[in-house]
C-alpha cells in the first residue's frame, strides 16, 4: 500500500484544452487490463520532452527523439506492459510500425508520433496486438479520459498517480494536469519512468524547454526506489495555447513564474507519489544534506544513503540503527572530508555531533522517530552553504517479492 498516498478522484482530474485521450485494451498485458493510451495534441501546440540517459536506452525513446526533432509531436502513444528495450533492430521498427499504425489512422505523418512503453525488458513488443486494436483506440479519444490514462499505463504501481492545478496568469484562468507511473527501477537521470504534463497556456518553445528542465531537476531527479536508472524513462511537457493568455517568452514575466511554481508542484507532487507507491514501501524518507561546497555533493551524500540496503532495511524495520547512516555518510566519497565538522538528524533527534555520538540521544528518542512512516533524515557537513534533498523509500521483503515474480 502506497504511503500516506490516497488514489485521485475522477472528477478533481481536469481536462486540457487542446489534448484529448483515449485508453484500450491490446492484450499486452498477461491480466487483461488496461496497456495501451493515445494522446492527441491539438495543432500549433508546443512540446517539450526530457529522457532517460540510460546508454541502453529502449527503443520507443531512440524512436521518440528522432521523431521529435522532425516536428512537433501530434500524437503519442504509451503501451505498458512491455518496454521494448533490449530488442535490436527488430524492436526499432516495432516502435515506428506502431507510430505508422497510428498515423495512418489519423492522417499525420508518421513522425508526427511519439511511441512510449513500459514493462519488461528484452521482450518483442506484440506489434500486430497493437495494429489490431488502434481503430477502436482512436475513435475513443476524448477530452475527459486523463483518469483513466493514469491507470492505463500503470506496471506495478498499486495506485494511480495524476494531479490537477488551476493559477490566475493575469485574469487567464489557465489549468495544468499530470500524470506519472513508476514503483520499481526508480534513479531517474532526467526524469521518472513515464511522467506526462500538459498546460493549455500559451508558451514559446524554449521557455517551455526551460520550465521542463528545472522542474525535472527539482523533482523527478531528486527521487530513488532501488537506484536503478530505467531504459525507458520520458517526461512530457505540452503547452497547447488555448487558454489564449498572453505568449509568455521570459521566465522573469511574473506570468510565467506563477505558471512554472504550478509546473514546478505537479512535478514534485508526481515525483513524491512514486516513492510513497514504491515497490512493497513503508514508509517515505527525505535525505536533507546541508552546508556543503556545492549541490552536488549534497546530492552524492544523500543517495549515498538512500541507496544503502544496509539503511533502507533498518527503516523498513524501524530500527534506529544509525550506525548505518554514519557509515554511509563516511563512505560517500567526500574531498577532504573531515568527520569532526559532521551532525547528523533523525527529524529533529541529533543523533551525532562533532563527528560524535550526541551525548543527549538515547535509543528510545531514535526509535520514536524510527516508529514514523515520514522520516527525515539531516547530515549537517559544515564544509559550505550549498544543500540539497533527496526522496527515497524503505526495502521491505515486499520489494523483493514483486522484483522476483516481476515475470511471473
Request: aromatic residues 6%; contains cysteine.
Amino acid at each position: 500500500m502506497a504511503v500516506n498516498l490516497s488514489a485521485p478522484q475522477q472528477d478533481e482530474i481536469l481536462q486540457i484544452d487542446g489534448i484529448r485521450v483515449a485508453t484500450g485494451c491490446a492484450g499486452i498485458k498477461n491480466n487483461g487490463s488496461t496497456d495501451l493510451v493515445l494522446i492527441e495534441i491539438c495543432e500549433g501546440s508546443t512540446v517539450s520532452a526530457v529522457y532517460t540517459q540510460n546508454a541502453f536506452c529502449a527503443a520507443p525513446v531512440t524512436v521518440a527523439k528522432q521523431h521529435h526533432k522532425e516536428g512537433t509531436p501530434r500524437y503519442l502513444l504509451i503501451n505498458s506492459g512491455n518496454a521494448n528495450a533490449g530488442t535490436g533492430q527488430q524492436g526499432l521498427q516495432t516502435a515506428i510500425a506502431s507510430c505508422e499504425a497510428v498515423a495512418n489512422q489519423v492522417n499525420v505523418e508518421t513522425h508526427s508520433v511519439l511511441p512510449f512503453s513500459t514493462g519488461v525488458i528484452g521482450q518483442q513488443l506484440p506489434l500486430a496486438k497493437i495494429q489490431t486494436a488502434m481503430a477502436n483506440l482512436v475513435s475513443g479519444l476524448a477530452s475527459d479520459n486523463w483518469f483513466d490514462a493514469a491507470k492505463g499505463i500503470m506496471t506495478t504501481d498499486t495506485i494511480a498517480k495524476a494531479v490537477s492545478k488551476q493559477v490566475m496568469l493575469g485574469e487567464q484562468r489557465v489549468t495544468i494536469t499530470g500524470m506519472a507511473k513508476g514503483s520499481g527501477m526508480i534513479r531517474p537521470d532526467m526524469a521518472t519512468m513515464l511522467s506526462y504534463i500538459a498546460t493549455d497556456a500559451a508558451v514559446t518553445q524554449p521557455l517551455l524547454d526551460m520550465m521542463l528542465r528545472q522542474a525535472v531537476a527539482h523533482s523527478f531527479n531528486r527521487i530513488s526506489v532501488d537506484g536503478d536508472t530505467s531504459t525507458n524513462d520520458a517526461c512530457i511537457l505540452i503547452a497547447t495555447g488555448q487558454a489564449k493568455n498572453a505568449l509568455l517568452s521570459d521566465i522573469n514575466m511574473p506570468e510565467a513564474q506563477t505558471l512554472y511554481k504550478a509546473i514546478a508542484d505537479i512535478s514534485q507532487y508526481l515525483a513524491h507519489a512514486i516513492v510513497r507507491d514504491g515497490e512493497g514501501a513503508t514508509k517515505f524518507i527525505a535525505v536533507k544534506v546541508e552546508q556543503g561546497r556545492d549541490s552536488a555533493e549534497c546530492r552524492q551524500v544523500a543517495y549515498t544513503i538512500a541507496h544503502s540496503p544496509l539503511v533502507k532495511t533498518a527503516l523498513f524495520a524501524s530500527d534506529p540503527n544509525w550506525g548505518r547512516i554514519l557509515a554511509a555518510v563516511g563512505r560517500s566519497g567526500l574531498e577532504n572530508f573531515d568527520l569532526t565538522k559532521v551532525a547528523i538528524y533523525l527529524d529533529d533527534i541529533c543523533i551525532i555531533t562533532a563527528g560524535e555520538p550526541a551525548a543527549d540521544y538515547t535509543e528510545e528518542k531514535g526509535q520514536q522517530v524510527m516508529n514514523k512512516d515520514e522520516i527525515t533524515i539531516k547530515v549537517v557537513l559544515n564544509r559550505g552553504q550549498a544543500s540539497d534533498t533527496i526522496w527515497t523509500c524503505d526495502f521491505s521483503y515486499d520489494y523483493v517479492k514483486i522484483n522476483a515474480e516481476y515475470r511471473s
